[in-house]
């Protein structure tokens, strides 16, 4: 009976082998009925109740393959009800250059490498290509194995790489499974990817790759091709896509962990809102990470706005850009002393887009009466309605002067007007005593005259604050510009050293460049736009000014920004009795936060943006702070245990994550380019 058992046994693995020869593409499905409870192993398939997979071990990879190549196989092999599962099977591998065995084989591959090292001629190409190919792979895998050890510190791996293509049991599903399967054929020969399908003792091969078994089996041991790969390489490879979050854009960095470039294309899609919060405290590396990250947006042909609360980090930069062309630079720092500000009167270019075109000359009036209501009225802004009157009536002078009218074809005439000459004007009400009426008890002549008195210390040569709007700058500049600076000039000033009235002029223009930039790169220009918010938790101390950034962060998305909020001080962000940082939190897209040094700060800011998966990362970025006072320089010695400093944890708006660091030659980071924070001369 035992006998009859085997041979019937026998008889249907041979009628299975048959049967599979036969089927080709086609998938044989299991002739015993599952339950939930059972599974059933084929001679080339596994089956459950609902699903049916099948296997392949990747056995040689081509020389040269897209780092995206699964991704690939996927987008071209996949249909409806099918999936493609990857499970890479990686350990730790040393090579023992200086044992016996490859001793031997660097000979025998030297000895090939001279007998072939002749040129192919056009000739031989056909007959010698094979055996050229060959020396050259010898040649560029044992130098590229010698560098990834010696110079670049990299693990190497064995590797085997095992594919799972499977589908519902479904008539419609299992006709997709046997398309995929020609495709993924199709595509693997493409790629010159060779492959094995795991045919005869599933069993035991499902033994060998189990993760809860993983069982040796020398028989299957024997059939599997271990590929030897660095960690970089396989990077590109894992599931989770560590070092290989984008494959277009500007650089964020380097990798930490795979040395592969961290990619992001910048307004992938034009209408969503792309809100940036780069944290990290003093000495973290946050500027040196945006001043590098801007050189590439500017080479990506966006327009760079820095709205810079402590005055100077960014003038090396904006000098260096300026050297090749002085137009593609302006930097505007209203105050006192030799500054250039920003004059709302001249009426921006139309845009085409009647909704904002009907209103860019009230615009440049609501401006201009904002920027008097702040000189006259103080910081509460608030006028008088025979000063509001005052004020409205010498603006439509200046404007009438210059043939500005409400018809659009005439507002090319305001180029050239300047808010002194609405000074001026009410300057020449009050002497020439044109708004005295005594049946009204000269109230329009006493708002003039208060008005030319509170102006006065802004316009008048040799008071205490004429340099504020000594220095104008026009339209056509801003818009010629390619790198805007603000600089509020705050750097180290203390609340008692700040005139509230210069800061709050500061405030108003900062939202005047914005808006004008936004609306001129967007449809003039037709280019997106990048606004640097330096030091978000110093702009929280100005009433009214980190509502500005909120009104930049809602309102991009229509205008084509990106908005870039720094701060060295993460409570800022998480306070949540603060309406403005609610509201910040609400409209971030993305985050780079690097280091803090504090625990508790760094398991809130995890709790509030559910980002528990980073709490490791973030301690070791913070532990690579430790022996600061031993490395003033803020480099380790050994760079290869120091890895984490000046490294930022970056979350995209996908939800990819990469650690990163930006990687620069010597000579240029330590250039005054890249120089952050107050220059010492030694």
Not at 528 to 557: D, H, L, Y
Request: some cysteine.
């Amino acid at each position: 009976m035992g006998i009859l058992n085997n041979l019937k046994e026998k008889w249907y693995m041979y009628d299975m082998i048959i049967a599979n020869m036969l089927a080709g593409n086609s998938i044989i499905e299991p002739t015993k009925q599952l339950d939930n409870t059972k599974i059933a192993i084929s001679f080339s398939n596994i089956a459950s109740e609902s699903q049916i997979s099948k296997y392949f071990l990747i056995r040689d990879l081509p020389d040269y393959l897209p780092p995206n190549f699964m991704d690939l196989i996927r987008s071209r092999c996949i249909q409806e009800g099918v999936k493609i599962n990857y499970y890479i099977y990686a350990e730790p591998h040393k090579i023992r250059w200086d044992s016996a065995e490859m001793r031997n084989r660097l000979q025998t591959w030297k000895k090939y490498a001279e007998s072939q090292s002749s040129n192919v001629n056009v000739f031989e190409y056909r007959t010698k290509r094979s055996a050229a190919l060959a020396r050259e792979r010898i040649i560029w895998s044992t130098k590229y194995l010698n560098e990834a050890e010696v110079e670049y510190r990299r693990t190497v791996f064995k590797v085997v790489i095992l594919i799972e293509i499977s589908s519902q049991r479904d008539e419609i599903s299992l006709l997709n499974l046997s398309e995929s399967l020609g495709l993924f054929k199709s595509c693997c020969a493409e790629l010159d990817i060779k492959y094995k399908e795991l045919k005869v003792n599933m069993l035991d091969w499902l033994s060998y790759f189990g993760v809860f078994s993983l069982k040796q089996i020398r028989e299957i041991s024997t059939k599997v091709s271990k590929k030897i790969l660095t960690d970089d390489i396989l990077a590109n490879f894992n599931g989770y896509k560590q070092g290989r979050v984008g494959n277009k854009g500007v650089p964020l960095g380097i990798d930490v962990k795979s040395g592969s470039p961290v990619l992001k294309k910048f307004k992938m899609d034009p209408d969503a809102p792309e809100n940036w919060f780069i944290a990290a405290e003093t000495g973290g590396g946050k500027s040196y990470f945006v001043k590098t990250l801007l050189t590439y947006l500017l080479a990506d042909n966006f327009v760079v706005t820095v709205m810079d609360y402590e005055g100077d980090e960014y003038f090396n930069l904006a000098s260096y850009l300026k050297a090749a062309n002085p137009d593609d630079v302006k930097v505007i720092s209203m105050g006192k002393g030799s500054t250039v500000y920003f004059d709302p009167m001249e009426i921006a270019d139309l845009t085409g887009d009647e909704d904002i075109d009907k209103e860019l000359k009230e615009t440049a009036i609501a401006y201009t009466l904002a920027i008097f209501r702040v000189i006259v009225g103080g910081l509460n802004g608030e006028l008088t309605k025979w000063e509001e009157k005052v004020i409205s009536t010498a603006i439509k002078r200046v404007y009438d002067k210059a043939g500005v009218t409400d018809d659009k074809s005439t507002w090319y005439k305001s180029k050239g007007l300047r808010i002194k000459m609405v000074y001026d004007e009410i300057k020449g009400m009050v002497r020439n005593k044109e708004l005295v009426d005594d049946l009204m008890d000269n109230v329009l002549h006493k708002a003039a005259v208060g008005i030319e008195t509170s102006a006065s210390v802004y316009f008048e040569e040799g008071e205490a604050k004429a340099g504020t709007f000594r220095y104008p700058m026009s339209v056509n500049e801003l818009y010629r510009a390619k790198f805007i600076v603000f600089s509020f000039g705050m750097r180290g000033a203390t609340s008692s050293q700040t005139d509230p009235k210069i800061l709050a002029l500061k405030q108003l223009s900062v939202a005047n460049v914005a808006i004008q930039i936004s609306n001129y790169c967007k449809y003039i220009k037709k280019c997106f736009n990048v606004k640097v918010w330096e030091e978000f938790q110093r702009w929280g101390e100005i009433p009214g000014s980190a509502e500005i950034i909120v009104n930049a962060m809602t309102g991009g998305r229509k205008r084509g920004d990106v908005n870039f909020i720094l701060t060295n001080n993460l409570l800022s962000i998480l306070d949540d009795t603060n309406e403005v940082s609610k509201a910040l939190r609400g409209n971030m897209t993305s985050m780079v936060i690097g280091k803090i040094k504090d625990r508790i700060v760094r398991d809130k800011l995890c709790e509030v943006f559910g980002l528990q998966d980073l709490k490791s990362d973030l301690d070791l970025i913070a532990k690579a702070y430790a022996n600061d006072d031993a490395d003033k320089e803020g480099e380790s010695s050994n760079e290869s245990e120091n890895r984490y400093k000046h490294s930022f944890c970056v979350v995209l708006d996908n939800g990819k994550k990469a650690i990163t660091k930006v990687k620069l030659p010597p000579a240029l980071k330590k250039s005054s380019l890249f120089k952050t924070g107050v220059q010492v001369n030694k």
